[in-house]
C-alpha cells in the first residue's frame, strides 16, 4: 500500500481570507493599518507564529519574545472565529479525495495547529479518509523539517518510495526532498504566490483538485 501526504491550506482548502482577516484584525488590535490579502498570503506556510511575526514586522510593530506570544493568542481568538467563514475544498477535493483513498493511506502533514486543522477535516466531512493528522503544535518540528512526514511513513508502515506528498508551497517541496518521497506541486494553490518555488524537474504537477488525482494514480501505477 502507497501513502499519499496531503498539506491543508493552499492544497485542500482555500483559507486565504479566513487567515488574512484574521491577521488584520490583530493589526487592527494594536492600532496599525490592514495589510492587502495578497501580501498577508505570502507570509503564510510555516506555522502561525511565523505569520503572526511577519505581519508584525511589515505593520511596523517590532516586538520581542512575550510580545509576539501575546500577538499570537489574539490571532488564535480571532482565527477560531473565522475559521470556516470562507475556508472552503477547492475545487475537485472531495472527488479527489474519495477517489485517492482507494489508490492509498492517506494522511495530512499541516504546519497550522491541530485544532483548527482537525476541525476543518471535520467540517468537510474528511476525517475518514486520513489515518493520522500531523499539526503543526505538535512534537514533531514543522514542515520543512521531514520528522513528520517520517513518522507519518512509519505509521503507514511504508519507506520513502512509496510515499508521495502533495503541497503547494516550496516548504512542501522541501520537505520531500529531505524525506526522499516523490512530490506533487498543487499549483493551484496559494503557496505559489511567494515566488520561491524552485523546482528540479521531477516533481508531479497538478493544476487542479482533479489534477491532483491524476497526479496520485500516475505516480501510484508508476
Known amino acids: 500500500m502507497a501513502l499519499v501526504v496531503f498539506d491543508l ?30 501580501r498577508v498570503v505570502m ?18 510593530l517590532e516586538r520581542d519574545e512575550a510580545g509576539v506570544d501575546e500577538a499570537l493568542d489574539r490571532f488564535h481568538a480571532c482565527y477560531r472565529l473565522r475559521l470556516l467563514a470562507t475556508t472552503r475544498p477547492y ?41 493520522s493528522i500531523i499539526g503543526g503544535d ?5 514542515k520543512p523539517d521531514p520528522a513528520g512526514l517520517r513518522q507519518l511513513m512509519s505509521l503507514a508502515g511504508v519507506g520513502p518510495s512509496s510515499t508521495m506528498l502533495v503541497g503547494d508551497s516550496m516548504v512542501d517541496v522541501q520537505t520531500a526532498r529531505r524525506a526522499g518521497t516523490a512530490m506533487c506541486v498543487a499549483r493551484y494553490g496559494f503557496g505559489n504566490t511567494r515566488g520561491d518555488m524552485t523546482l528540479q524537474g521531477d516533481e508531479w504537477i497538478a493544476e487542479t483538485g482533479h489534477g491532483a488525482y491524476s497526479a496520485i494514480h500516475a505516480w501510484s501505477r508508476s
Do not use: C
Open 9 to 38: 491550506d493552499g492544497t485542500l482548502v482555500d483559507s486565504r481570507q479566513d487567515l488574512a482577516e484574521s491577521t488584520n484584525a490583530v493589526l487592527k488590535s494594536y492600532g496599525a493599518a490592514p495589510l492587502p490579502l495578497e
Open 43 to 60: 507570509m503564510v506556510g510555516e506555522g502561525a507564529r511565523v505569520l503572526v511575526q511577519r505581519a508584525l514586522t511589515a505593520a511596523g
Open 91 to 131: 475545487d475537485g477535493i472531495d472527488e479527489m479525495l474519495s477517489r485517492a483513498a482507494t489508490l492509498a493511506e492517506l494522511a495530512v502533514l499541516t504546519n497550522k495547529p491541530l485544532a483548527p486543522a482537525q476541525r476543518l477535516i471535520e467540517a468537510f466531512g474528511w476525517s475518514s479518509h486520513f489515518i
Open 138 to 142: 505538535g512534537e514533531a518540528p514543522r
